[in-house]
């Protein structure tokens, strides 16, 4: 399945917020699948990322620049979602659309994530929610349905962690493999595990969220919304920070 296989797929309907962020999404997801582009997944995240980078550190010096309120909307807040962390009523919102078989998303998983996790997950600023988004095949729709039932035994994170861990998405994404990362994520009881990932309620979990990052014009991996404000690719830690803090000086103002 390639990155434009279903973005033919109909619009969110909720006005401007979804144009602006199909703009900027769009864009990243051409310039990262160009004809002379590398056509590995990892080149065109990090593509995306670099094509994205200066309007978003743009954006984000001014806390209403590039910010939609309808996007904020996609904020579900679920103090009950397995594939959230962070305070339900956190005054920044991070809906971070990923595949476990995009390399830079590996990378933000790795490298930037605990970095935000610490300085303002733990601190009650911000709440991180995943949106599976599985754009490379079919490996990515199982891997995710994998996660998503994982994440029905208290356990999603750790499964995100294993399945993004240092050469993780080289050995594969088969039915024993997933089974595997599942036991290293402490998932309790591997049977409904099995079954739990291959029943309808997985694939209409991630059928859900699949259409809400086409709805807003996401092609590619990593995608996300801050407070109803785009970033596409996998942004420095730097420009992260730089977007929650304008993002939890706006959310105090109010």
């Known amino acids: 399945m390639s990155a434009f296989s279903r973005s033919s797929r109909k619009p969110l309907a909720i006005g401007a917020g979804v144009v602006a962020a199909a703009l900027l999404f769009g ?33 984000s010096a001014d806390s209403q620049a590039g910010v939609y309120p309808e996007l904020e909307k996609l904020a579900r807040r679920d103090a009950k979602d397995p594939l959230a962390q962070g305070r339900a009523d956190a005054p920044v919102v991070l809906i971070e659309y990923a595949d476990f078989k995009c390399g830079y998303c ?33 490996e990515s729709e199982s891997v995710a349905r994998a996660a998503w039932a994982a994440g029905q035994q208290g356990r999603f994170w750790q499964f995100h962690e294993a399945a993004y861990a240092e050469g993780a998405k080289e050995k594969g994404f088969g039915a024993d493999r997933l089974r595997q990362l599942a036991e290293t994520a402490g998932v309790a009881d591997l049977d409904r595990f099995d079954k739990d990932r291959d029943g309808d309620a997985a694939k209409q979990a991630v059928r859900k969220d699949q259409d809400e990052a086409y709805g807003l014009g996401a092609t590619s991996t990593p995608s996300f919304l801050v407070n ?3 970033l596409a690719g996998a942004q420095p830690a730097e420009t992260f920070a730089e977007v929650i803090e304008a993002a939890a000086k706006q959310a105090a103002a109010k």
């Open 27 to 59: 864009f990243a997801s051409y310039t990262a699948t160009r004809p002379d582009a590398d056509p590995s997944p990892s080149r065109n995240a990090s593509a995306a990322a670099d094509s994205s980078a200066d309007s978003s550190t743009d954006s």
């Open 106 to 138: 590996g990378k933000f998983a790795r490298d930037t994530e605990p970095e935000l996790v610490k300085k303002y997950v733990e601190k009650g600023t911000l709440r991180i929610e995943w949106r599976n988004f599985p754009i490379f095949g079919e």
């Open 228 to 230: 109803g404000r785009p």
